[in-house]
């Protein structure tokens, strides 16, 4: 599976972006889909995660209320809606896909194909 994240960019404090992430390749099979997010000279960290029926979504108290996690099966695209961002939220945003669902949803090794990042900058 390829994934392909793009949306970021430049955006003042309270403002609002949507990043995307699609896939390509073996999209049949059903994945947990997630993003997560590393700032500079910080780990990466979780921020949001999305079942394959999309009926069970899970956030990272941080963004809980701010961001929501979507997906489009038959567009094999998972969205991240940003709202209200922050100067804190300012990283480089990864999607990934977690092929064996059932583990720890919130930590990257859980997670088996990763996008190359997008960046988000959050002026304040």
């Known amino acids: 599976v390829q994934l392909q994240a793009s949306g970021g960019g430049l955006v003042q404090t309270g403002g609002s972006l949507r990043l995307s992430c699609a896939a390509s390749g073996r999209t049949g099979s059903r994945y947990r889909m997630g993003w997560f997010r590393q700032a500079p000279g910080k780990e990466r960290e979780f921020v949001a995660t999305i079942s394959w029926s999309g009926g069970s979504t899970f956030y990272a108290g941080s963004v809980k209320g701010r961001f929501t996690i979507s997906r489009d099966n038959a567009k094999n695209t998972v969205y991240l809606q940003m709202n209200s961002l922050k100067p804190e939220d300012t990283a480089v945003y990864y999607c990934?896909?977690?092929?064996?669902?059932?583990?720890?949803?919130?930590?990257?090794?859980?997670?088996?194909?990763w996008g190359q990042g997008t960046q988000v900058t959050v002026s304040s």
């Open positions: 990934a896909a977690d092929s064996v669902p059932g583990g720890s949803v919130s930590r990257p090794s859980e997670y088996d194909y």
